[in-house]
Structure formats: structure tokens, C-alpha cells
């Protein structure tokens, strides 16, 4: 299995990546009205709900409490118009939860309104975050389900969105999505790849991986080791992009995802239990591809590069056993502690190979600890990197885009918790405790010219469903990141 390179002419035909999340929005401005209210006086003072629709909704008892949904007739008894309570917060206002806010209500309301066209007619603080919710609210997977889908309402594009920008953030999430989504008997490393290039394709960006045995030969001996006992081979996937007319002459932000299609932990075997959503385990691949979509459809001003480093952790007769030791890319040799840590070796691979261009910012999501759920829960992905300015400015950007991180400790003490009697350093810790920063340190190892680096430890799933989307798979912290690197490069 061989090296192979592509460079793909700039997609000319304008087909969205994802068209189900373009579909989402209408053309034009007009629409049946929607209205947002935070209480009986706001519902009151609502100019454009006439006599009939509030003897209606008094009739049916209706409070604007939070996500109470009514639906108002005109005088032929067909649908003029849906009220949403937006619960005791003044709309206007923007609450300390940054998932309470009303615009976040818009998430439900793509999924409760029956299908037609309809516009926002309440003022909100954030129209374009409106925009967002409706269009992460309302995506579904679809894939294995037979038959046509449900017809779905689309929402006018509300005054003072930004439409490019909202379909090139829906689109991005609901395409990572549906990779996390897709079962890992469609989605193995092969598959994860030609992700990578079926991206790559649409933006005319430039494609090379590395395959199997190769791996070995262009020195990624940790991707290998982790990749090797499965019958589908390990890769790692590289992706360059730069905006047309400023190549070479921009700042290097390098994305590095880990791509385990299937995590049974190796020979330190998962329960059953615990190997359950593991398809999940290429969560840190699909964030990144969400990201990089978010990126080039923006045009930002940066070298862009994005590195998966791709594989299968499978119990077999050749699979890398605890206190093996294997050299890295780095030089650096790892005493395997715990097979069941091999997310972080195969980004230890890729680290390597994007720390030697010296990129200006070098960020990697991960699937990579449970300790990271234990500390901080499903929906509050942990992020790390010395940086202080850094780590203010992610926070902040995740917080207003309602896509919240929480900063930990890349915290030095613990760092002698890898050492090892026989190789360089061991990629687990002996105890239970401060695993997310553990591995955390493990990774920062594998990264020495870096101007920037910071790390998402995510879950890539939503346990229930919620106003930003279903059950499932979930891209966190790409919008956060990308609203940050929006604000820092520009278009």
C-alpha cells in the first residue's frame, strides 16, 4: 500500500457539502412569523399578534413559559403564525447559561413547526446565532433509514445573518456529524480518508496519505503499531490548503484530529459497555474536518493544514502488547502501559510530523480520556495549553457561538507520572487520578517548535437530545475554534 497525492481543481459546481443543511434555510425574506416572548407583559406588547390570535392563545391557556410552543390561526383557520416561550429571561438579554438564551430556541422550533416557510419576527441580541440553532436543531442522519424523509420547515435567512457564513457552520457540523454517526463497519480508516478528500475536493485543497506498511518506511511507527492487528490498514491523512492568491505567505494553523474508527481497547480489552459508542472514537477526525470546512468556506487567511491520523485498535495475534516499547516519529521510544491509550499515539505520529514546519498554531481534538466526562461532564469539553491569551480567547469566542470549553491544567508536577524504567516515557500514568491531564502531557511531549498549541479533549456525542441537535454525534468546540480563528485571521 503506497503513498498517494491528489490535487483537485476548485470545485466550480457550488453544491453544498452537506445539502440536507442548506435545505434547512429558505430563499428570501418572507415567511409565516415566528415570535420568541419571555412573558405575559412581552406577549402583550407584541405590536403584530392581533385581537383573535391572543383570545386564542388565552383560550388555550398558553404561558411563555420556556419551549411552550403555539401555533396561531388566521380567520380561515390556516397557520398565521407560532409562539414560543422563551421563559422568564428577557429575550433581549443574554443570560450567565450560555445555552439558555433565546436564540437558541430556534434549535426546537426546526424540529416542533410543521413543514412551510418561516421568519423570524421577534428582535433577538444574536440573529445569526438564531440562524445557527435552527439550522444544528434541525439535521438529522439519515442514512439507514428507509423511505423519504419527513419534509422539514425552512427558515428565512433572519436580517443581519450572515448567510454564507451560517451554511458554511451548519454545514460543516452536520458533515461531522454524520461521520461520527455513520456505524464503524462504513467507517473505517479507508472511509475516513476519502472524507478527507471528498473535503478536499470541494475547496481544491491538496491530499497526500500514507498507508500500511508505509507507515513504517515514512517513519509513523506509533500509527502502525496502533493500526496493525486490523484486517483495515492504518494511515495517516494529510490535507494543505491556502486561499487562492496567498500561498505561502500567510500564518501556518495546523489541525490535528485522532481517527480510531473502532477503539476495543486492544488486548487491554473494553467491556462491553465500555466499547459500545466507539464508533464515536474518530470524534477528534470528524471536529476537525468540520473545522477545516468552516475555515476554507471562509476564505481565512491562514496556511491551512489538517492532519488524521487514522486506524483501527483490534485484538489480533500481531496486536501491540502492554509494556511493549516502540519508537515515535519524534525519537522519543513509549512503553506501552495500556493499550487501551492508544488514541494518544497515533496524535504523538502526527504532533511530530506537524511540529517540524514550526506551524503558528497547532491544535488537536480528541476522543482521548474518560477522565475529561468524570471532571467536567458530556457537554463542557476541556481545553489545554499554556497559553494564557489563547485559552481567554477560545473560551470567550466558544462562549458568545454557545459552544463552551473549559480550560484544565497542562499542570507540570504531574508530568513525572510518565516516566519509565525502560523507554523515554510511558504513555499512562500509574493510578487513577488527573487522567485528561496526564494525557494532556503526554501529547505537549510531541510538540517543541510550535508557536501555539492547544488541545480539546471531547466526548463527540450528545447523550440526549437538546436544542442544538439529536442524539448523537457532535463536533464540539469546531464552532468555538473557529469563531476564534475567524476573529484572529479574517477573511
Do not use: C
Not at 107 to 135: F, H, I, K, M, N
Amino acid at each position: 500500500m503506497a503513498k498517494s497525492t491528489a490535487r483537485p481543481a476548485r470545485s466550480t459546481s457550488g453544491a453544498p457539502l452537506h445539502p440536507a443543511a442548506v435545505q434547512a434555510f429558505a430563499i428570501g425574506s418572507t415567511g409565516t412569523p415566528v415570535w420568541l416572548v419571555d412573558g405575559q407583559h412581552a406577549l402583550a406588547a407584541e405590536p403584530t399578534i392581533n385581537t383573535v390570535q391572543r383570545a386564542w392563545l388565552s383560550a388555550q391557556g398558553f404561558k411563555p413559559a420556556g419551549r411552550r410552543l403555539a401555533l396561531l390561526p388566521d380567520a380561515d383557520g390556516n397557520l398565521a403564525g407560532a409562539v414560543m416561550g422563551a421563559g422568564s429571561a428577557p429575550v433581549t438579554s443574554r443570560p450567565a447559561d450560555p445555552m439558555a438564551r433565546a436564540e437558541l430556541l430556534l434549535g426546537a422550533l426546526a424540529t416542533q413547526l410543521p413543514p412551510g416557510r418561516y421568519r423570524v419576527a421577534s428582535t433577538l441580541p444574536d440573529p445569526e446565532l438564531a440562524a445557527v440553532a435552527w439550522g444544528l436543531g434541525g439535521t438529522r442522519f439519515r442514512r439507514y433509514k428507509s423511505g423519504e424523509a419527513d419534509a422539514m420547515p425552512q427558515l428565512a435567512m433572519p436580517a443581519g445573518a450572515d448567510a454564507a457564513r451560517v451554511h458554511a457552520i451548519v454545514e460543516g457540523v452536520a458533515f461531522g456529524r454524520d461521520l461520527i454517526n455513520t456505524p464503524a463497519s462504513d467507517m473505517g480508516p479507508a472511509e475516513i480518508e476519502a472524507a478527507v478528500r471528498s473535503l478536499a475536493k470541494v475547496h481544491g485543497a491538496a491530499v497526500t496519505s500514507t498507508v500500511g506498511d508505509d507507515l513504517l518506511e515514512q517513519n509513523f511507527p506509533l500509527i502502525h503499531a496502533v493500526g496493525r492487528a486490523s484486517p483495515r490498514a492504518p494511515r495517516i491523512v494529510d490535507l494543505t490548503w491556502s486561499p487562492p492568491g496567498h500561498e505561502g505567505a500567510l500564518p501556518k494553523v495546523t489541525l490535528v484530529g485522532k481517527g480510531i474508527a473502532f477503539d476495543t481497547g486492544g488486548l487491554d480489552l473494553k467491556p462491553s459497555a465500555g466499547m459500545l459508542l466507539m464508533k464515536k472514537d474518530m470524534g477528534g477526525a470528524a471536529a476537525v474536518l468540520a473545522t477545516a470546512h468552516m475555515i476554507m468556506s471562509r476564505g481565512l487567511k491562514v496556511q491551512l493544514r489538517v492532519l488524521i491520523a487514522a486506524a483501527e485498535n483490534s485484538v489480533a495475534g500481531n496486536a501491540f502488547r502492554p509494556l511493549d516499547v516502540i519508537a515515535s516519529r519524534a525519537g522519543l521510544t513509549v512503553e506501552i502501559g495500556n493499550t487501551d491509550a492508544e488514541g494518544r499515539l497515533v496524535l504523538a505520529d502526527a504532533l511530530a510530523l506537524a511540529d517540524e514546519e514550526s506551524p503558528d498554531l497547532l491544535v488537536t481534538f480528541a476522543t482521548l480520556t474518560g477522565a475529561a466526562r468524570v471532571a467536567l461532564g458530556p457537554e463542557l469539553p476541556p481545553l489545554f495549553t499554556d497559553d494564557e491569551p489563547l485559552a481567554a480567547a477560545i473560551a470567550a469566542h466558544g462562549l458568545a457561538v454557545a459552544d463552551p470549553v473549559w480550560r484544565l491544567p497542562l499542570w507540570s508536577a504531574y508530568d513525572a507520572g510518565l516516566e519509565s524504567a525502560v523507554a523515554d516515557l510511558n504513555n499512562v500514568a500509574e493510578g487513577p487520578f488527573g487522567g485528561a491531564i496526564i494525557a494532556a502531557l503526554f501529547l505537549r511531549r510531541f510538540v517543541k517548535k510550535a508557536r501555539h498549541f492547544a488541545h480539546f479533549d471531547i466526548f463527540g456525542w450528545r447523550p440526549a437530545p437538546k436544542l442544538l441537535g439529536p442524539k448523537g454525534g457532535e463536533v464540539q468546540a469546531a464552532r468555538a475554534l473557529f469563531a476564534y480563528l475567524e476573529h484572529a485571521y479574517g477573511r
